[in-house]
DNA sequence: AGTGAATGAATGAACGCTCACTCAGTCGAG
DNA sequence: CTCGACTGAGTGAGCGTTCATTCATTCACT
């Protein structure tokens, strides 16, 4: 590995010598921050949190052990951008769908859901790191859940709120208990999917949830 | 912290020893073991398990390091053991409430999860230790699953077939899917507990929950 | 164009601390 | 005296972090 890594390093500088003149900043600052984060994830997820060593990215990630903390200042911090980065991805992407702006709660809620369990379902690793390693530590749970993640509660519970005031939604439910059991809902389907040996598709199990928060489970 | 739990072995020490010439057998073997056991549960709650260090557990015990390995080959048995213990109790619970021969599912599912919530809410340390440390590796998360978990999550399933069988409930819904749901949304409901700083009651939750389960959120 | 000084990204060996676990010894009961 | 539960100082491996060093690249100045 530290073979590999310099191995690739001596290809890079040997082979691409014009390629370094076409692209004089030929690697561009948020590359290699870029591959230890994806590195990080990668290994985080198959060893967990704590039995990762800060050498074992630098090693996947194909850098040196120095490196890792020219961009980041600690081992915990690159597991707190780990999870800033993708909060920020999927905001981004919710944005780009104009999710916020469907009429209909019902699918605003289904969009909702349906953008967590593909962003989820989409990277085992960075899901793995969602769903296990940043629950690991109260301390964890509460930073985050101070940040974004009570966002996204709210975002559902204001979803929810919206269909009481348009007669959509039961009006006697509490907005906070409805949202959370949505939530958990969710969360538990992506654990499971990470546990389970089983190969099957991630999203479309939204619907699922969806139907039975909606219409409930009653055969009346 | 430690200052705390300190002064109280200073005092129990300081304090006690006619105590001890009272109880001539004064540690029953079972009492260390327990005593350790529960000291490890308020350890693992506030510091988190790998931040946690056997001479915390010990000091909290009010024993020696090495009386820890007399009775746990290492700190992860300990964690083990802890997780055991519980499910145990809880089934002895549940075997004694006689929730196996309830005849309506949907009462069935409502005893089932209040008994869920009564136990997480009885003890915020142990709660802490089950929603939050148990579920910060992967590997102990696919080992716990393997055991006592999975179990669970089939019991729900199963009272659930019994009521699609008997026509309670819709007969259009995959079991294991509905299981997961109910699991999930009563799991968020004991995380967001344990989180939350506002105290409040948890086993009413279970009522919340299991009336959104039934009959959904739907006006119509 | 050619030079070499300055820059700073990258390196990885080494450091120093933490902590799970051990074991030689103490103590008290029978 | 014996036995075994218990003790806690000691040990050594593991690992996060540092920093002296290397070297590709840039640039000021001829």
Known sequence: MSVHSFTERGLIEKNLPTARSINPARLPPGDKREA???AATTVFAHNGYFNS???DIAREAGVADGTVYLYFKSKEEILHSIFDRSVEDAIAEARKKKIESLSDPREKLRQI???HLERLGA???LAVVFQVELRGSTKFME???AAGFAEYLMLIRTTFEEGQQ???FRSDLNAKVVSKILFGALDEMATNWILSKRRYKLPPMADQVLDI???GVNAS
Chains 1, 2 share one sequence.
Do not use: Q, T, W
């Open 123 to 125: 990277d085992r690793d």
């Open 113 to 115: 859901a349906h953008l």
């Open 53 to 55: 060593k800060v050498a």
């Open 166 to 168: 348009a007669g959509v």
């Open 143 to 145: 930073e985050f859940s």
């Open 213 to 215: 928060f909606l219409n």
């Open 36 to 38: 230890i984060l994806r």
